[in-house]
């Protein structure tokens, strides 16, 4: 959501400010972007410009503000969601289970997932994408035996989740990606609590929200971040995904400029849309884990540019948790979301994914709900 920040020239100072909280945030979630975050605070002590200065204030100000910020749990068995239970079938070899892998997922090069599938599931089917085997066909391909099993990041579970709900069959999630949102959310640290959860047969059901009729299992979002997904793509291959999405962010923050929308009729000025599947925790502008997956609501986030000085003022609401008492931000819940751009056609983004759209989206809920397999709750 950090995207919807960006500054009017001449405010430096405030744009590497950012830059630097976002940078300690990002260490504070994912200790590995710490070293883009340390070597900025150092520079700035030593320098006597003044956005480097604001720099180091900002990486401080991130850090300290952990308190009015939270930070979800980093072990998967303590943020756990509540999950309704749904009829299983336990699978002790992995039969019946076709697994689709991206080994080039984030995380993929930590474990041998091809191995350990084949030890601790031998009956279960492997399709490894590649040159000759791209995440459609195989897709399809495991939409032909009774369970869908998937090894990625969000994207990839994303899209497999799609391929699953068509076919009314069970989703089984390892998760192999950067950040792995959705698996964090169900309990599944790693390959062994996927196979735990295959083991005993335990399924929940989890709600799939919907955007211009494209599922998504974690966050939609236009506006501002949808440009800061496209430009982290577009240097990732060159920096890595964490020193892309910095340079990335520090692009946006400069050129992006708000839109135009009717939100259920409603005409508003939106710097960005942030939508969750679910209700998502804490209020304000650092939305992180969900207490339920199965709720029903969407979770909505809008980050206003009717006020003067909105992007300032939110900056500052955002460094000095008061976010909840900015006129620039609003939040709530609701069942379905109708928009209108009066801009042209949407750029939108759901779970890291980004894709066209018209000038008119609707978002809401698939009518069903998404079979899932995960660890038994004592697990």
Known sequence: MAAGLATRRGSGPIVVGALAGLAAGGAIEQPAAAALAVPAAAVGLRSRRPGLVAATGA????????RVWPVAPATPARIRPALTPVDGEARPDGGG???VVNPNA???????LEEILAKELPAARVLVLGDELDLDHALAQAAEDKAIGVAGGDGTINAAAAVAYRAGKPLVVVPAGTLNHLARDLGLGGPEDT?????HGHVVAVDLGCIDGKPFLNTASFGSYSELVDARERLEDRFGKWPAMIVALARVLRRSQPIRVEIDGRERLLWMVFIGNCRYHP???APTWRERLDDGQLDVRLVGGEHPWARIRLLLAVLTGTLGRSRVYEEFVTKELHVRSLDGPLRLARDGETFDSGAEVVVNKEPRSLSVYVPLPDR
């Open 97 to 99: 289970i076709t697994f």
């Open 106 to 112: 984030g995380s993929a090069d930590d474990f041998a």
């Open 283 to 285: 209020h304000g502008f």
């Open 195 to 199: 196979v735990d959860a295959v083991r």
């Open 59 to 66: 990486l401080t100000t991130a850090l300290v503000s952990t």
